[in-house]
């Protein structure tokens, strides 16, 4: 079912100004939909129009199948969340708490039903150290945390947010795209608009490209961004990881599909063309001598011996040295690491107090791991409680997978539904895993 439809929608503002001609739009419930266009191409007039902010000059916008009226438009602002271009449009409470709290306060919820909502939120977002201060005094990255939790705590079905990460620190990006990770896993469905092509290949689902007003593309992001010409005529960049891709392909390394993240990319590179291998020098190595190659620290190391992945070295090195591999017979993937799953319950199944502290340090404690990841809220948690650090909180599935392509032993802690997201994605690459259930 689609959660936010527009169809043929036009605007012109006061001025004259045509900023959306004919845009038919389409979120399904549950997609997480990006975005791209140049400054002034609309989406922020577009992003208006999904809780009626402003009204179409022409057209109609369907929200869950029902279109958008004075009737019915108190219930559809309770449905989708907006959070603005501008955090200073949305936060107006003299502290951060009653910001937050005004959301659950207008759904009607009694004093103790708001604080704990609220308390949640603060919690999620990381920032209960600014409960009490006043909205206007906060840094433009904290601001908009605040804008963000304050829509979150609303519990829209749908979150519409207008360019969520600009400004913000790498820290404060990585969370706020593993809490719409977490809203999406929950079942939200999530659009936001961003001038990043690396994210929105990284992330969406579905991808739109504006420009004038208009509906340039849309597709799935392997799609659009496998039109070079394409992107550039809409005046985006390429994400770093197709321009690297491509450059590979012209040089007959890569073949394939279009990757959108690094571990597709890896899998783009041909091994099987390329019979020479960079590794380091395991030892003392002379041009000619028969070496075995394995993972060691995640490094390709040579070594002396014929056992089990060979090759012959090209030129004398000595150890610690960069080699070539000629020759090379057998399958380095062999190697990988396994990866140790923990579902964490979560937020909505009691977070990680639910969790018990014994059983995961006695988990741990059996298993080899020498990377841990965390997804979502109460893994993090989870994570702090137990005094660990994380090895990677972004992008944990793909950094995870490629650290136990790496021969890691890779731990990763994820919260309610996500940890079947992990399983899915491991168990298409073919990786050994086990599961805990906390
Ligand atoms: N209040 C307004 N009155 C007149 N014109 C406006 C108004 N707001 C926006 N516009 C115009 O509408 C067009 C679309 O603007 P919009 O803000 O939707 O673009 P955008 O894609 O969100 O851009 P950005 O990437 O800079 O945020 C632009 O030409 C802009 O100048
Ligand atoms: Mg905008």
């Excluded at 577009?46 to 929200?63: A, S």
């Excluded at 308390?119 to 906060?138: G, H, M, Q, T, Y």
């Excluded at 340090?361 to 993090?380: E, F, V, Y």
Aim: glycine letters at 10%; charged letters at 25%; proline letters at 3%.
């Amino acid at each position: 079912m689609s959660a936010i439809k527009t169809i043929g929608l036009e605007y012109s503002y006061a001025d004259g100004t045509n900023a959306l001609s004919g845009i038919n739009f389409e979120a399904n419930e549950g997609e997480k939909v990006a975005v791209l266009g140049p400054n002034g191409s609309g989406k922020t007039t577009l992003f208006y129009h999904f809780n009626g902010l402003i009204k179409p000059t022409c057209g109609e916008v369907q929200v869950f199948g029902e279109s958008l009226s004075k009737y019915n438009i108190d219930n559809i602002r309770k449905r989708v969340g907006l959070v603005f271009q501008e955090s200073d449009n949305q936060l107006f409470a003299p502290t951060v708490f009653e910001d937050i709290a005004f959301g659950p306060k207008n759904l009607g919820l009694d004093s103790n039903e708001i604080k704990s909502k609220v308390s949640e939120v603060l919690c999620r977002f990381d920032i209960e150290a600014l409960a009490r201060k006043n909205p206007a005094n906060l840094s433009g990255g904290q601001k908009k945390r605040v804008a963000i939790a304050g829509v979150v705590a609303m519990e829209p079905d749908v979150l519409v947010l207008d360019e969520p990460t600009s400004g913000m620190d790498a820290a404060g990006i990585t969370d706020t795209i593993g809490i719409l990770d977490e809203l999406n896993n929950e079942g939200k469905t999530i659009i936001i608009s961003t001038h990043d092509s690396d994210l929105a290949a990284s992330w969406a689902d579905r991808v739109y490209i504006l420009n004038k007003g208009k509906v340039f593309k849309s597709g799935a992001p392997r799609h659009i961004f496998a039109d070079e010409k394409l992107i550039a005529e809409a005046g985006l960049r390429q994400p770093v990881i197709v321009q690297t891709y491509r450059e590979f392909r012209a040089r007959g390394i890569s073949k394939g599909e279009v990757p959108l993240s690094v571990l597709d990319f890896m899998e783009s590179v041909d091994v099987k063309v390329m019979n020479i291998r960079c590794a380091i020098a395991g030892c003392d190595i002379s041009a000619g001598d028969e070496v075995c190659l394995e993972i060691k620290n995640g490094m390709l190391v040579a070594g002396k011996g014929s056992n089990g992945v060979t090759g012959r070295a090209v030129f004398d090195g000595k150890k610690g040295e960069d080699i070539a591999v000629r020759d090379v017979a057998g399958d380095i993937l062999q190697h990988a690491g396994n990866i140790t799953v923990i579902r964490v319950p979560g937020i909505i199944e009691g977070g990680s107090r639910a969790a018990d502290l014994d059983r995961v340090r006695d988990i741990l404690s059996k298993n080899k791991h020498q990377k841990t990841g965390a997804m979502g809220t109460s893994a993090k948690v989870l994570m702090n409680r137990l005094g660990l650090v994380c090895d990677f909180e972004f992008d944990v599935i793909q950094s995870g997978m490629l650290a136990a392509f790496r021969g890691f032993d890779v731990t990763i802690l994820a919260s309610g539904g996500m940890a079947d997201r992990v399983i899915e994605k491991v168990k298409e690459k073919k990786l050994n895993y086990e599961c805990f259930v906390l």
